[in-house]
């Protein structure tokens, strides 16, 4: 199969996270705005804290949810010229999930989680703007297997593989415009590894302390680009690496009475591996003004990210209460910024439920908003060759996320 490759695209995405993560992956999860790793109930548990898995019960466990993202149009305002402001396209999306935890044999567990981490969808159909990302699109899958040990009834290990396909959409398209008359179509998809590892402690019975980590995962792409120059256009073998950056999790919680839980997580994100995004090709672009556009390494030298979560559950009875709130920075530095990736700090609201309707069978619902700040972008911080619209200074505002999502848990 032919593949092209996905350019920053990989690397962008906005969901509901600082760049293009999407933490939250179960309908607790997204009710709680993922303070869900240290106490973790349900099968989710497979991918949060896969530790947790040898505190659960006897049974099996499964748990399915379906998610509809919403984002709204980004506007981006000129300072000086109102010719280049713009509006993207809205969006909606639909992210499956589903998570599977199995029998203890022993003191031993294993389960697997089928997730949607990160991801985007950004059109501008904006004559300035469809220049630089006339569509990013970016679809990401993984399969999580893994697995628990029960050291003693206080102390769990676990730990498992990180497998992810991703696919995407790349276009822009600047035919229109007499001073750069160039366009690109990209589309391609990868397969890459890694892992995760889990650290669960309980010292009371109403105290749990976790400490997950997720690899980091270069996406080394590979395929096919095609360029135009005006109507003429030539396909070029290309390579990019580009990365899905570690994640470090450190969580508490504590329940009283074991009806009210409260969590706080702290989450460090390593978006530093990304420095640049440089292209390499099977041949020389002759096409000087096709090798300036899409031959030139591009900075991007991302930074580390810190997000901060507060999670709370109350169970009622056969309800169980939630909600939580994070503050979440952008690892997007203002000087590297693009219409791809328009992303800002943020706020992040959760509320929902979960109805048991049965000893086996429980439901509910979710919601989350996700509140991007605005951003200026100062006049000539960035250069004018990489993009002379936003060399000219202006504001992005709007954006975020809405977020809907039912599911429901089964224990046989």
């Keep these: 199969m032919k593949k092209s490759i996905v350019l920053s695209v990989v690397t962008s995405g906005v969901l509901v996270a600082g760049a293009y993560k999407l933490p939250e992956q179960s309908l607790n999860s997204m009710a709680l705005g993922a303070a869900c790793v240290a106490h973790t109930t349900q099968a989710d548990a497979a991918y949060f804290n896969p530790a947790n898995m040898a505190f659960m019960g006897e049974k099996q466990y499964a748990d399915g949810a379906l998610t509809l993202i919403h984002l709204p149009s980004n506007t981006y305002?000129?300072?000086?010229?109102?010719?280049?402001?713009?509006?993207?396209?809205?969006?909606?999306?639909?992210?499956?999930?589903?998570?599977?935890?199995?029998?203890?044999?022993?003191?031993?567990?294993?389960?697997?989680?089928?997730?949607?981490?990160?991801?985007?969808?950004?059109?501008?159909?904006?004559?300035?703007?469809?220049?630089?990302?006339?569509?990013?699109?970016l679809k990401n899958v993984e399969i999580n297997p893994v697995v628990s040990y029960r050291v003693n009834e206080q102390f769990a290990i676990g730990g498992g593989l990180r497998i992810v396909y991703s696919e995407g959409v790349v276009k822009s398209d600047g035919r229109g415009d007499t001073d750069s008359p160039v366009a690109r179509h990209m589309e391609g998809d990868t397969l890459e590894f890694g892992y995760n590892l889990a650290l669960s402690y309980r010292p009371t019975s109403?105290?749990?302390?976790?400490?997950?980590?997720?690899?980091?995962?270069?996406?080394?792409?590979?395929?096919?680009?095609?360029?135009?120059?005006?109507?003429?256009?030539?396909?070029?073998?290309a390579s990019v690496s580009v990365p899905l950056p570690a994640a470090l999790n450190v969580a508490v919680a504590k329940t009283w009475n074991e009806t009210l839980t409260l969590e706080f997580n702290y989450e460090r994100t390593f978006w530093s591996e990304y420095e640049k995004l440089d292209f390499n090709y099977d041949r020389e672009i002759t096409n000087p003004y096709l090798n300036f556009a899409f031959n030139r390494p591009i900075d991007k030298?991302?930074?580390?990210?810190?997000?901060?979560?507060?999670?709370?559950?109350?169970?009622?009875?056969?309800?169980?209460?939630?909600?939580?709130?994070?503050?979440?920075?952008?690892?997007?530095?203002?000087?590297?910024?693009?219409?791809?990736?328009?992303?800002?700090?943020?706020?992040?609201?959760?509320?929902?439920?979960?109805?048991?309707?049965?000893?086996?069978?429980?439901?509910?619902?979710?919601?989350?908003?996700?509140?991007?700040?605005?951003?200026?972008?100062?006049?000539?911080?960035?250069?004018?060759?990489?993009?002379?619209?936003?060399?000219?200074?202006?504001?992005?505002?709007?954006?975020?996320?809405?977020?809907?999502?039912?599911?429901?848990?089964?224990?046989?």
């Design 77 to 137: 305002e000129a300072l000086d010229n109102p010719l280049y402001s713009g509006e993207s396209e809205t969006e909606n999306i639909v992210a499956p999930t589903m998570h599977y935890v199995s029998a203890p044999m022993g003191d031993f567990r294993w389960g697997v989680s089928m997730v949607v981490p990160g991801g985007l969808t950004k059109r501008w159909e904006t004559p300035y703007q469809k220049l630089y990302a006339e569509e990013f699109t």
């Design 206 to 237: 109403d105290i749990e302390m976790a400490l997950t980590y997720r690899s980091n995962i270069d996406l080394d792409e590979e395929g096919d680009a095609n360029l135009w120059m005006g109507n003429s256009g030539e396909q070029y073998g």
């Design 301 to 412: 030298y991302w930074e580390d990210t810190d997000t901060f979560r507060l999670g709370a559950t109350w169970v009622v009875d056969r309800w169980t209460w939630m909600a939580g709130i994070a503050i979440d920075e952008t690892p997007v530095p203002k000087q590297n910024i693009g219409f791809e990736l328009p992303d800002s700090d943020a706020t992040v609201y959760s509320a929902g439920f979960r109805y048991q309707q049965s000893e086996a069978l429980s439901w509910g619902v979710a919601v989350l908003i996700d509140d991007k700040e605005s951003r200026t972008i100062p006049k000539g911080l960035i250069d004018a060759e990489d993009n002379k619209v936003l060399a000219e200074g202006g504001t992005f505002d709007d954006g975020g996320a809405y977020l809907v999502t039912v599911g429901m848990a089964y224990a046989f």
